[in-house]
């Protein structure tokens, strides 16, 4: 059978669009393969080697401002050499024991140098509790205080306080309350044993012996004031009481007072206490499984 040109031309057409479509639906395919690839997550396997250990020094209880480090307040702990960032910490309980606490520590914490009082030669650590504390041009002055002038219980070292003097005016005739001292470091807080006279009864008691002191303990609080500060708290302990005042850790700020005397007080008017106002309640009553359940809403 002779086959004629145009259908030679035909058939050579027919054939060559026959493979642009197979051409065509590959690549289709092979796109959409590549694709749906791209979504799919990737999962892969990290090979990490065991990382390197350094000891680490910690504290194991709540360390306060002023003490003295002692053996049994620090452990060691094994930390992975790249999670230590902290500069300057230290590795050996013989580095740190006899060293005092410059700020309060926390159980776990690291220690470091910066925590710590500087020393005053590698062999010598400076004296031992709130000595090393106190700034150049400063003093240490501890004042007697009762539970209820000092604040006993909730305060801290570290604490801000103000001073209040209660004294009579110069010629006796009015008794004065003045704040005298502001925004006062609270070095450290402590008892003091000391020897005072024994009562009548005790001597009855305590008949027949050469005892006629027994051995009292007061509070002491140990403040951070400069020369002229130490001398009026020393005048105002010597011609009243003192009083001290919690300050918010956040509140630098010098309030300006007169104080107050007895005829002051006399004269002021009782002052209304503003409450804010109560929101307003609404009652709701529900009903379930038959009972009637009254709930209160805002």
Same mark, same amino acid.
């Given at each position: 059978?002779?086959?004629?040109?145009?259908? *030679?031309?035909?058939?050579?057409?027919?054939?060559?669009?026959?493979?642009?479509?197979?051409?065509?639906?590959?690549?289709?395919?092979?796109?959409?393969?590549?694709?749906?690839?791209? #979504?799919?997550?990737?999962?892969?396997?990290?090979?990490?080697?065991?990382?390197?250990?350094?000891?680490?020094? !910690?504290?194991?209880?709540?360390?306060?401002?002023?003490?003295?480090?002692?053996? &049994?307040?620090?452990?060691?702990?094994?930390?992975?050499?790249?999670?230590?960032?902290?500069?300057?910490?230290?590795?050996?309980?013989?580095? !740190?024991?006899?060293?005092?606490?410059?700020?309060?520590?926390?159980?776990?914490?690291?220690?470091?140098?910066?925590?710590?009082?500087?020393?005053?030669?590698?062999?010598?650590?400076? +004296?031992?509790?709130?000595?090393?504390?106190?700034?150049?041009?400063?003093?240490?002055?501890?004042?007697?205080? /009762?539970?209820?002038?000092?604040?006993?219980?909730?305060?801290?070292?570290?604490? #801000?306080?103000?001073?209040?003097?209660?004294?009579?005016?110069?010629?006796?005739?009015?008794?004065?309350?003045? !704040?005298?001292?502001?925004?006062? &470091?609270?070095?450290?807080?402590?008892?003091?044993?000391?020897?005072?006279?024994?009562?009548?009864?005790?001597?009855? &008691?305590?008949?027949?012996?050469?005892?006629?002191?027994? *051995?009292?303990?007061?509070?002491?609080?140990?403040?951070?004031?400069?020369?002229?500060?130490?001398?009026?708290?020393?005048?105002?302990?010597?011609?009243?009481?003192?009083?001290?005042?919690?300050?918010?850790?956040?509140?630098? /700020?010098?309030?300006? +007072?007169?104080?107050?005397?007895?005829?002051?007080?006399?004269?002021?008017?009782?002052?209304? !206490?503003?409450?804010?106002?109560?929101?307003?309640?609404?009652?709701? &009553?529900?009903?379930?499984?038959?009972?009637?359940?009254?709930?209160?809403?805002?």
């Amino acid at each position: 059978m002779k086959v004629s040109r145009s259908d *030679l031309i035909l058939y050579t057409i027919a054939f060559i669009s026959a493979i642009a479509v197979v051409v065509l639906v590959y690549a289709y395919i092979e796109k959409r393969i590549a694709d749906a690839e791209a #979504h799919l997550p990737v999962k892969t396997i990290k090979i990490v080697e065991k990382p390197e250990l350094a000891p680490v020094l !910690v504290a194991s209880r709540d360390l306060f401002r002023g003490e003295k480090i002692e053996k &049994e307040d620090v452990q060691v702990l094994m930390i992975a050499k790249e999670g230590i960032k902290l500069k300057g910490v230290y590795s050996k309980p013989e580095d !740190v024991v006899g060293q005092v606490v410059k700020t309060d520590l926390y159980a776990g914490e690291w220690l470091a140098g910066r925590k710590f009082v500087d020393k005053l030669a590698p062999e010598k650590v400076l +004296s031992e509790g709130i000595k090393g504390l106190v700034a150049p041009g400063k003093r240490a002055m501890r004042i007697p205080v /009762n539970p209820e002038s000092g604040l006993m219980g909730i305060l801290s070292p570290g604490d #801000h306080v103000d001073v209040v003097s209660v004294f009579s005016s110069a010629n006796g005739e009015r008794t004065i309350s003045r !704040v005298i001292l502001q925004n006062i &470091e609270v070095l450290s807080i402590g008892q003091a044993s000391h020897f005072k006279p024994k009562t009548d009864m005790q001597k009855v &008691e305590d008949s027949g012996t050469k005892q006629d002191e027994t *051995l009292a303990k007061k509070s002491m609080v140990a403040l951070h004031v400069d020369i002229q500060q130490a001398e009026e708290l020393a005048l105002a302990m010597s011609v009243g009481s003192v009083h001290l005042l919690l300050r918010n850790q956040t509140d630098v /700020n010098v309030s300006d +007072s007169d104080g107050v005397n007895v005829q002051v007080i006399e004269s002021m008017k009782q002052k209304k !206490v503003a409450h804010p106002a109560k929101n307003k309640r609404h009652t709701v &009553e529900l009903l379930q499984g038959g009972e009637v359940e009254e709930v209160t809403v805002q």
